[in-house]
């Protein structure tokens, strides 16, 4: 089994920064890519950033420039630095992970279970 545990949400005013951390334990064999999704209720879930083994790195429109991935390998983790956070922000952040694990032998979606940021204007 997988667990992807998030970390680091809370309020913020706008123009404010904060990180978040997920930290994916379990026999992972391998990872594909780590990335971050949001979504606010009524709407879907959308992608916000995601970086692969590679280093290659992906961004929504709307965060480039104010939002930056990140990962350690060595401890399996993926974090997201935001800046110049902005009420449209506000959001429910969820941790995925593209994970091969155990004796699966393929690439899998792992979530975790979500952590709310709230940007006050």
């Known amino acids: 089994q997988v667990q992807l545990v998030e970390s680091g949400g809370g309020l913020v005013q706008a123009g404010g920064s904060l990180r978040l951390s997920c930290a994916a334990s379990g026999t992972i064999f391998s990872i594909d890519a780590m990335g971050w999704y949001r979504q606010v209720l009524g709407k879907q879930r959308e992608l916000v950033a995601r970086?692969?083994?590679?280093?290659?790195?992906n961004y929504a429109d709307s965060v480039k420039g104010r939002f930056t991935v990140s990962n350690d390998n060595t401890k399996n983790t993926v974090y997201l630095q935001m800046n110049s956070l902005k009420p449209e922000d506000t959001a429910v952040y969820y941790c995925?992970?593209?994970?091969?694990?155990?004796?699966?032998?393929?690439?899998?979606?792992?979530w975790g279970q979500g952590t709310q940021v709230t940007v006050s204007s």
């Open positions: 970086i692969t083994s590679g280093g290659s790195t």
């Open positions: 995925n992970g593209v994970l091969r694990v155990g004796a699966r032998p393929t690439f899998r979606d792992y």
